[in-house]
């Protein structure tokens, strides 16, 4: 099969990969119907996280079941299935709770590489979540978003506990943001306000609900939304960038005895103690649970109620993975959809 690998800093190339197969009796081997770029592959593609050889890369799918090993009993040949970017298998005392990306035996899609035309999902009954029916075509990239950006993003909200009469802040205007913008709306938040200076985006954002849209970063937006606020800060801050600075800003944006919801992947970042002690603010994040919230999502989805797949502002054949990276890196593209 063809498959997207990253042989060092910026260095992407779909070749041969070897078709992958039933390996445990609770795997599934799926056909792809979409995959795409995760702003979290940026960062080993930017080299800032280390890369030993050539290595896979995806971990966002939806597609259809080829074959299923001996042991799973809910999942079948011909649906039509979403998994998120950790197999879970949904029946531990941590998926239980409602934590299945750290189930106690969690597997790694990236370290499988969903950028391909085929993949092994390991965990299938557990992982996969299959629609009603084979969905039209329109609604492919909404599910595939639900795959990682739309359940990152709505774990954000729920985590910072967006809901009626809440304002919430979003701290990144990345795909996750965006998607943390429509989380809060369908939650019922009464101000939603986004942090961004690009065009696009804040058009995006205000179609998925953002209410007010803040240009500033840093400290500057943090003053730019006190103002808003009556010098309160927001209730509920979602944070989806990762970075020390939008950290920061995500607590300080956020008033005493309010929450953020932080799902950026970490890098570098450090909590000043005195600083956080004294906010007197909730932390709650991590890797998102996605597989928690994706029968609620393929529901909204289907029923067309929300439409994620409007992240997607580009869409390339799998073969052209390395343009898609470039487009990403160079911020031409919010998110890019490849098509197997
Ligand atoms: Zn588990």
Not at 205 to 217: N, P, Y
Request: proline share 6%; glycine share 12%; aromatic share 6%.
């Amino acid at each position: 099969m063809r498959g997207a690998m990253l042989h060092g800093p910026r260095d992407v190339r779909v070749e041969s990969r070897p078709d992958p197969r039933i390996e445990q009796p609770t795997d599934a081997v799926i056909r792809l119907a979409a995959t795409c770029v995760c702003g979290s592959d940026l960062w080993p593609y930017r080299g800032i996280e280390a890369v030993s050889g050539p290595a896979p890369m995806g971990h966002e799918y939806v597609g259809v079941v080829e074959e299923v090993g001996s042991d799973v009993r809910h999942i079948e040949p011909g649906q039509f299935v979403i998994g998120s970017f950790f197999a879970s298998d949904n029946t531990c005392e941590i998926c239980q709770t409602g934590y299945q990306s750290r189930c106690v035996h969690a597997e790694s899609m990236g370290a499988i590489g969903t950028q391909a035309e085929y993949a092994r999902v390991p965990l299938a009954d557990g992982t996969l979540v299959a629609t009603p029916g084979t969905p039209s075509d329109d609604l492919v990239p909404g599910l595939l978003a639900a795959s990682d950006v739309l359940g990152t993003g709505w774990f954000a909200a729920v985590a910072a506990g967006a809901g009626p009469g809440k304002t919430v802040a979003v701290v990144g205007d990345g795909a996750v943001g965006l998607l943390g913008v429509l989380a809060a709306q369908q939650l019922g938040a009464e101000r939603i306000v986004i942090f961004s200076r690009n065009e696009a985006r804040q058009k995006l954002a205000t179609e998925f609900g953002a209410t007010d849209v803040i240009v500033e970063r840093g400290d500057d937006g943090v003053a730019a939304l006190n103002e808003l606020t009556g010098g309160l800060g927001a209730h509920s801050t979602i944070e989806a960038v990762g970075t020390q600075e939008s950290m920061m800003q995500a607590i300080r944006s956020t008033r005493p005895g309010g929450y953020v919801g932080y799902v950026g992947v970490a890098h570098d970042v450090a909590l000043p103690g005195d600083e956080l002690f004294f906010s007197g603010v909730h932390l709650h994040g991590g890797p998102a649970p996605v597989r928690r919230f994706l029968p609620e999502l393929i529901e909204l989805i289907c029923n067309r109620s929300i439409d994620p797949g409007k992240v997607f502002d580009l869409t390339l054949p799998l073969d052209e993975a390395a343009e898609g990276y470039r487009a990403m890196d160079e911020r031409r593209a919010i998110k890019t959809l490849l098509r197997p």
